[in-house]
């Protein structure tokens, strides 16, 4: 069996990156990828726009045409996938990895599909896949969706959107411009600051006016079928009518994944162990990318900070 220079994990923008960097280099590399390329960009929102230029998502300095100042998904899917098909990338696509093993100096990567050989291996799978659970009874109502994609199918619904950040702003806005009766259940004294700057003050207007209720400082505490029972700051619980809840409380890399392929993970935000200027884990030779290496502190990485990381770890490989 062949042994790879680089296996890599994830198919996203970072994980690209990486391929182009060992391709530049003539490393042998191999990307598997469970889903679509950058897959996690494929199930964002349809009308997301990117809070970054156009500019600050280029990688390997391939310009990133947008006609708009702040691109959005479709555009980036035709970037990252034309990318894909213009440079050859050498990409497994609709195969999960479900092991990585490591056996004098060799990593065996064990997949839905295959079993490969590989001298150093780059996990860049972000954090898009598990949601951040509230566990709390009927979560696992068919009504509850932790992914939201458009507006539509929430036509003269009742809605509670859990959450303040950018995703939970979007969904709460697009429904309610859809005809959707959206309640906002917000953990926090008000909408996060991170929100898109032009984004902000479209929901606290409609917030201020009454079209969109909020409840600051509330917690959810039960969903039912047909209504949801929340907490307010004053501590009083109510029930309110309810048809769907977009849970938009954030996802989580798969930490159990990490951990079963030896890398450490520190303090209560489960930092992954790795070296700030080369990106290698405690395991020898297995590398982190991307917004990865974050953690629980998801807002830490994103592409425009992290397209470096290709960089620092071929250049690490490269010195050995």
Excluded at 65 to 72: E, F, R, V
Excluded at 211 to 232: G, P
Excluded at 262 to 291: R, S
Aim: aromatic share 10%; with cysteine.
């Amino acid at each position: 069996m062949e042994i790879l220079d680089i296996l890599i994990i994830g198919g996203g923008p970072i994980g690209l990156n990486c391929a182009l960097e060992a391709q530049k280099n003539n490393l042998s590399y191999l990307i598997v990828e469970k889903g679509t390329i950058v897959n996690s960009l494929y199930n964002y929102p349809l009308y997301m726009r990117f809070f970054s230029t156009a500019e600050k998502l280029e990688i390997d300095g391939i310009p990133f045409i947008s006609t708009a100042s702040k691109p959005g998904r479709q555009e980036a899917l035709e970037y990252y996938q034309g990318i894909t098909r213009q440079r050859n990338i050498n990409i497994n696509l609709y195969e999960k990895v479900e092991k990585v093993s490591k056996e004098n100096d060799i990593f065996t990567i064990e997949t839905s599909k295959e079993k490969y050989l590989a001298k150093n291996v780059i996990i860049s799978t972000g954090f898009y896949d598990i949601p951040n659970l509230m566990n709390i009874p009927g979560e696992d109502l068919p009504k509850v969706k932790h992914y939201y994609t458009e507006p539509y199918p929430y036509a003269k619904q009742k809605i509670v959107v859990v959450g303040s950040s950018n995703s939970a702003v979007d969904a709460a806005l697009e429904t309610y411009r859809k005809g959707a009766e959206v309640t906002m259940i917000i953990r926090q004294p008000e909408i996060s600051k991170s929100v898109k700057y032009w984004v902000k003050p479209d929901i606290e207007n409609r917030i201020a006016e009454g079209s969109i209720a909020a409840h600051f400082n509330a917690e959810l505490m039960e969903i039912k079928q047909h209504s949801v029972v929340f907490k307010d700051e004053k501590g009083e619980v109510h029930e309110i009518e309810n048809d769907f809840v977009l849970a938009m409380t954030g996802y989580l890399p798969d930490f159990d994944f990490l951990k079963n392929s030896g890398i450490e993970l520190q303090g209560d935000c489960l930092n992954p162990l790795y070296h700030p200027e080369t990106m290698e884990t405690n395991v020898p030779n297995l590398y982190l990318a991307g917004v990865v290496c974050g953690g629980k502190d998801t807002h830490l990485w994103f592409i425009e900070n992290s397209r470096i990381h290709a960089e620092m770890i071929v250049k690490n490989i490269l010195s050995k």
